[in-house]
C-alpha cells in the first residue's frame, strides 16, 4: 500500500499550498477519488468549495470543466446538443461540459431538477445519451458538486435519486483565526492556485485507484458497516435509512482510508471515520426530527454509539467464510484492534 500511500499525501500536500487547515477535509475529497466516487461539497459561500475542486483537478492533470448552474440552464447545456450542419447537410454533436475527466458542478442545487436529473446518468452509468445516441465519458471520470445549504434564497433541494449518487457529503467550515491571516498573507500578491502544479498521472491514479481494491475486510467488520445501516432504517426518528449503496460507500471509502494510511486491512476506526460524510446525506429525517432540529449526522453518531465495535484481530478471517485462505498477518498488526 506504500505507492497509495504516497500517491495521496503528494495530492494532499499540493492542495494544501490553496486550502489552508482543512487536511482532514482534504483527505476524504482523496479518498472520493481513489474510490471513483462522486463528492458534494457544501457549506455557505465563500469558504473554498470551488478551490478544493478546482485545486484537486489541477494536480491530477486531468482535464477540466467547470457547470455554472443558474435557474435558466437546461438539461442540454449540461451533456451536448446536436446541430445541423447546413454544409455537411448532417447533424453534429457538441458535447457538453459534462464530457471531462473532472467536471465541477459550481452551485449543483440553483438548477431546476429537471436540470439537475440530466447529471444522473452521467454520475452513476458514467455516460450520456444525447438524441437516441449512446456516449462513454472518459476515465477516470468525478463530479465534485458544490452546494449552499437550501435555508438560501434562489435554491432548489436536490432530489433524493441525485443525492444517493454522491459517494460522500463533505463540509469545509471556516478557517481558525491563525489559518485565515494565513491565508490574508499568501494572497497579498496572487493568489496560491495559479503557481500549483500537477503531482501525478492518470496513470498513477488509475494503479491507486485499483490497489485500493485489495484492501482486507473480515467478515465482522463486513457485518459491522451493514448493521450500521440497519439501524439508520429502523431509527424512530428516521422517514427512510441508508441504501444498500450507502454500505458499498462505507466499505469502498474504508478501504481507501486504510491504504492511504499504508494498511493492507481494515480497522473499525476507518468504519467509524468515514460513517457519517458516508451515510449523513442519504438518511431522510421524519417530522418529529425536524421539530426536535436533530440532524442526520447526530442520528448517524448516534447510531454508531449504540452498534457494538467488533473484537479481535481485524486480520482473523474466517477461511471457510472467504472461500480460501486467511490473508498473511501484516507486521504489528497485533495491537491494531
Known amino acids: 500500500m506504500s505507492n497509495v500511500q504516497d500517491f495521496a499525501e503528494k495530492i494532499v500536500t499540493n492542495i494544501e499550498k490553496v486550502i489552508i487547515g482543512k487536511r482532514d477535509t482534504v483527505e476524504l475529497a482523496v479518498i472520493g477519488l481513489l474510490c471513483q466516487g462522486h463528492l458534494l461539497i457544501e457549506d455557505v459561500p465563500g469558504v473554498g468549495k470551488t478551490m478544493l475542486a478546482r485545486s484537486l483537478a489541477r494536480s491530477l492533470g486531468c482535464s477540466f470543466s467547470r457547470i455554472q448552474f443558474t435557474p435558466d440552464m437546461l438539461p442540454s447545456d449540461v451533456t451536448g446538443v446536436s446541430i445541423f450542419n447546413q454544409v455537411t447537410r448532417e447533424f453534429e454533436f457538441r458535447a457538453g461540459p459534462i464530457m471531462a475527466q473532472v467536471v465541477l458542478a459550481d452551485e449543483i442545487n440553483r438548477a431546476t431538477p429537471k436540470t439537475q436529473a ?43 435519486a441525485q443525492v444517493d449518487r454522491f459517494l460522500m457529503r463533505l463540509r469545509l467550515g471556516y478557517p481558525s483565526a491563525a489559518d485565515e491571516i494565513s491565508i490574508l498573507e499568501r494572497q497579498q500578491f496572487r493568489h496560491p492556485f495559479e503557481t500549483l502544479d500537477q503531482v501525478v498521472s492518470v496513470e498513477e491514479l488509475v494503479q491507486a485507484q485499483e490497489a485500493v481494491k485489495d484492501v482486507y475486510i473480515s467478515p465482522p467488520l463486513k457485518r459491522y458497516i451493514v448493521e450500521i445501516s440497519n439501524q439508520t432504517r429502523e431509527h424512530p426518528e428516521v422517514y427512510l435509512g441508508a441504501s444498500p449503496r450507502g454500505s458499498l460507500a462505507v466499505y469502498r471509502t474504508s478501504q481507501a482510508r486504510a491504504a492511504i494510511v499504508g494498511r493492507d486491512y481494515i480497522i473499525p476506526d476507518d468504519i467509524k471515520s468515514l460513517a457519517v460524510p458516508s451515510l449523513a446525506h442519504r438518511v431522510i429525517l421524519g417530522p418529529g426530527a425536524r421539530l426536535r432540529d436533530l440532524t442526520a449526522q447526530q442520528i448517524v453518531e448516534e447510531v454508531m454509539h449504540n452498534v457494538p465495535v467488533p473484537g479481535g484481530d481485524p486480520l482473523a478471517g474466517s477461511a471457510r467464510e472467504e472461500g480460501g485462505s486467511p490473508p498473511l498477518r501484516a507486521p504489528g498488526s497485533g495491537d491494531a484492534g
Open 118 to 160: 440530466a447529471l444522473l446518468e452521467a454520475m452513476e452509468e458514467r455516460q450520456t445519451t444525447v438524441d437516441g445516441v449512446t456516449r462513454m465519458l472518459p476515465r477516470p471520470f468525478l463530479v465534485l458538486a458544490t452546494q449552499n445549504p437550501i435555508e438560501y434564497e434562489g435554491t432548489f433541494p436536490l432530489p433524493e
